[in-house]
């Protein structure tokens, strides 16, 4: 069974930083799609950031230059760094994984990631 493990949430000041991983386990195959995605209070859930299996990256506008996916197919862990944030990134943050690479991935379409962890919170304070 594979399942995701978020960590890394926090409450952060603005202008700060944090890491969050995300754990896949019961897959030990590291050729699948990844992504970030938030869900803040009231709003919808939109991806942030997503990461192909031969790491070419894909970023909503709202946190590029800002925020930086990466994986380590060794531990196989997902990341997101996240710099420079702002209360508008307050949200929980979800990982989410395709075991087949959807056609537009880089769209960060939610029902193309059939597994979910069961997300962190991030809040960022003013």
């Known amino acids: 069974q594979v399942q995701l493990v978020e960590s890394g949430g926090d409450s952060v000041q603005a202008g700060g930083s944090l890491r969050l991983s995300c754990v896949v386990s019961?897959?030990?195959?590291?050729?699948?799609?990844m992504a970030w995605f938030r869900q803040a209070p009231g709003k919808e859930r939109e991806g942030v950031a997503a990461?192909?299996?031969?790491?070419?990256?894909s970023y909503a506008d709202s946190v590029k230059g800002r925020f930086t996916i990466s994986k380590d197919n060794a531990k196989n862990t997902l990341y997101l760094l996240m710099n420079s944030l702002t209360p508008e990134d307050t949200a929980m943050y979800y990982c989410?994984?395709?075991?087949?690479?959807?056609?537009?991935?880089?769209?960060?379409?939610?029902?193309?990631?059939?597994?979910w962890g069961q997300g962190t919170q991030v809040t960022v304070s003013s």
């Open positions: 989410a994984a395709a075991l087949v690479t959807p056609l537009r991935w880089e769209l960060m379409i939610e029902p193309d990631f059939g597994l």
């Open positions: 019961g897959y030990t195959d590291s050729n699948y799609c």
């Open positions: 990461i192909d299996s031969d790491g070419t990256t």
